[in-house]
């Protein structure tokens, strides 16, 4: 049910008074709180339990309010804002005096995005201001794409939830750094690499996705309760069965070259070909194994192209650090 104009009202309303609204955006719900409220922004740190250094992203309600938030906007963030706002784009710049540094995690610099969603955008007009709002889950967990997802999660932790339905993209933005001489991919999300390279004219710098760290220095991420191993496609069937006869609960995601294919596990997700559709279910397929009480599961990477390599991010991600490099 898509929140009503008294709904945004009245969230608007909870934001002024210093309390924490779930909203929709095209990517992910996210957690939200008065930008410039460090006792609200204090909250959301302690409602998900997520490290007072982990910055967040303020969202604002159009390209035009960039200066209120950031200190000076290089030539390249303006580009990018007007190509691909709103939109699933989140730009660091050097952060403007209005944000505090709660919001940052202590950094010198911002994240700033304008959410491509009419209630985001209805709430951001209401209330006026920006609004900080990380995933709205619990640290380290997979990120909600729908309201009911969100109440499961975080409950009466957060004062008012908005519905805005299903997220269209499923996975969060795609986040450029900006600060630098030459800007590069923080996270790779919805906007794709091919789509920033086309704009920019210029091939961008992308981090290393394999997790070449110490096990245990760095935690899994979007990550369901159910533990993921990740395998070449065409061992998805093979290793899923030989789990499920080692007495595991088995959640299979079978690629689209095995579609139909009988699996001997406890649950399967049939993986779409279409990597938008792929974006968009992701999380919520990793809920439904979490539901039905499996506790592996067995996955492929997709191709590492312009959707595929935020799947993959997030599927290795979830994976966690492996023993080897
Ligand atoms: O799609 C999205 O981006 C969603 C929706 C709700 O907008 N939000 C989201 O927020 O994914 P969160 O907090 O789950 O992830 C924000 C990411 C973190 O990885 C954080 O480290 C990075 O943004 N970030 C925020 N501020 C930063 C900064 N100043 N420099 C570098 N990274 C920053
Ligand atoms: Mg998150």
Redesign the pocket.
């Known amino acids: 049910m898509t929140a009503s104009t008294s709904d945004i009202e009245k969230a608007a309303g909870v934001l002024r008074a210093g309390g924490l609204v779930a909203?929709p955006?095209?990517?992910?719900?996210?957690?939200?709180a008065n930008a410039e409220d460090a006792a609200a922004v204090s909250r959301i740190f302690q409602v998900?339990g997520?490290p007072p250094s982990?910055?967040?992203?303020?969202?604002i309600g159009g390209a035009e309010h960039l200066d209120d938030w950031v200190q000076d906007v290089p030539t390249t963030a303006r580009l990018l804002a007007e190509h691909f706002w709103p939109g699933?784009l989140?730009l660091?710049?050097p952060?403007g005096r209005r944000v505090p540094l709660k919001?940052?995690?202590g950094?010198?610099?911002?994240?700033v995005?304008v959410?491509d969603h009419p209630v985001?955008l209805a709430l951001l007009a209401a209330f006026g201001g920006g609004v900080t709002?990380?995933?709205?889950?619990r640290f380290g967990q997979v990120?909600p794409t729908t309201a009911n997802d969100v109440r499961a999660e975080l409950g009466d932790a957060v004062d008012f939830v908005l519905d805005g339905g299903q997220c269209e993209?499923g996975?969060?933005?795609?986040?450029v750094?900006v600060?630098g001489d030459a800007p590069s991919i923080?996270?790779p999300?919805?906007v794709t690499r091919e789509d920033l390279e086309a704009v920019l004219g210029f091939p961008l710098a992308v981090p290393s996705t394999s997790h070449v760290r110490v096990p245990g220095q760095h935690p899994s991420?979007y990550a369901p309760r159910a533990r993921v191993v990740l395998v070449e496609p065409e061992k998805v069937i093979a290793e899923a069965e030989l789990a499920q006869e080692l007495g595991h609960q088995v959640g299979v995601f079978l690629p689209p070259s095995f579609a139909g294919a009988p699996v001997k596990a406890h649950a399967v997700v049939a993986v779409p070909a279409s990597m938008a559709a792929y974006a968009r279910g992701l999380y919520g397929f990793l809920r439904e194994l979490d539901q039905q009480g499996c506790d592996l599961i067995i996955a492929s990477l997709p191709v590492e192209e312009a959707l595929g390599l935020a799947i993959a991010n997030r599927l290795r991600r979830a994976a966690g650090p492996r023993p080897t490099a």
Do not use: C, F, Q
């Open positions: 909203l955006t095209e990517t992910v719900y996210g957690l939200g998900k997520r982990h910055p967040l992203i303020v969202h699933p989140t660091v710049l952060r919001a940052t995690g950094l010198e610099t911002v994240a995005r959410p985001a709002a990380p995933s709205a889950n990120s993209v996975v969060e933005s795609t986040i750094d600060t923080l996270r999300g919805g991420h």
